[in-house]
């Protein structure tokens, strides 16, 4: 793995929302700026490129529809701590290991890219990943300021619509900034789209490849869930991935600012349920964003870390950058926090 950083991220990569930079004054955009902002990112009837988010919107619905049939028809404790369950781990493996600490910040090297390629094709989120990491390296550098594309400046709906919002990319960066994004992307082992492709798609990743494998993953996790426990088990497995999905879009907004007041609104804190549930110490990661392991006190639980540790025993990861100092690969606090 470089040593070097990753390329400082721009807020010029993201259209400017439909309200504007919102600055300290007012803090944040109101109700109706936010789902005027919400439905300019999905309105796929008068710019094609909004078609992704537009979809992943409806996939976020139906898997809604889906948590509350399950629950309805075959509740029990079981079957809840069963969708708890699902929701940990796909908030652990796909979210923290490889969305947040691999294609945002490149805290582990995997020995080949076929390794990456495998969380590629089974990534049951349905998230594309460059509408992970462009939105949340402009977060980093960004963060709670103007040009920052979610967090509580933006209200919890603001935030929790963010999902898509982030998704509405500048198809007029010129293409000298086009290879210089696309090339920030290449370790996650994607299909990648012309700077002409990109300029009508305004998706770095191949449409057709973005779809082909999100079908498979899904198909994938169905089969798995059917082989475990027929239908009850498809339905709780797309179950867990709402649950993990309303909760992650709930942390872009709580995950700056303290719940009880011990910390200012907009500063990033260590919440225990976040932390435990999937590793996500936030403030202990703002202040190293490119390490491996963000509980870095006895206490603070990191399953992630175990992972990447585990995958590391494996021999599917070569290095991973650590706090110990044992790692080769640069520390995190020696990197500008746009990586």
Not at 85 to 112: D, L, P
Not at 224 to 232: C, K, L, N, R, S
Not at 259 to 273: A, D, E, H
Not at 288 to 302: E, T
């Amino acid at each position: 793995m470089s040593n070097e950083p990753t390329p400082q991220a721009k807020p010029g990569w993201l259209v400017t929302p439909t309200y504007g930079r919102v600055g300290p004054s007012p803090l944040r955009p109101t109700l109706k700026e936010v789902l005027v902002e919400w439905f300019d990112a999905i309105s796929f009837w008068k710019d094609a490129t909004r078609l992704p988010p537009a979809l992943y919107a409806l996939y976020h619905l139906a898997t809604f529809a889906v948590f509350v049939y399950f629950l309805i028809h075959f509740f029990s404790v079981v079957a809840v701590l069963s969708v708890v369950g699902i929701g940990v781990f796909v908030g652990s493996v796909y979210n923290t290991v490889w969305y947040h600490r691999y294609c945002s910040h490149q805290a582990f090297k995997f020995r080949s890219v076929w390794f990456a390629r495998l969380f590629l094709w089974t990534n049951p989120i349905s998230f594309r990943e460059e509408s992970y990491v462009i939105p949340h390296r402009i977060h980093h550098s960004k963060s709670d300021e103007p040009g920052d594309p979610y967090g509580p400046h933006l209200g919890w709906l603001g935030s929790y619509l963010a999902t898509e919002t982030q998704q509405k990319m500048n198809r007029n960066i010129s293409s000298a900034e086009y290879d210089r994004l696309a090339r920030s992307l290449d370790h996650i082992g994607l299909v990648k789209n012309s700077y002409e492709q990109f300029q009508r798609t305004g998706s770095v990743e191949n449409i057709w490849h973005y779809g082909a494998r999100a079908l498979v993953a899904n198909l994938f996790w169905s089969a798995v869930g059917y082989a475990i426990a027929g239908w009850p088990g498809v339905l709780a497995f797309i179950s867990g991935v709402f649950l993990f999905t309303f909760v992650v879009r709930d942390f872009n907004f709580r995950g700056h600012g303290s719940l009880f007041g011990t910390k200012k609104r907009g500063m990033p804190v260590n919440q225990v349920i976040y932390g435990i549930i999937a590793g996500e110490w936030h403030e202990n990661h703002h202040a190293h964003p490119r390490l491996a392991r963000s509980g870095l006190v006895w206490w603070q639980v990191d399953l992630p870390y175990w992972i990447i540790k585990l995958m590391r025993a494996c021999g599917m990861v070569t290095q991973y950058n650590s706090p110990d100092g044992s790692s080769p690969l640069k520390l995190a606090q020696t990197d500008p926090v746009a990586t």
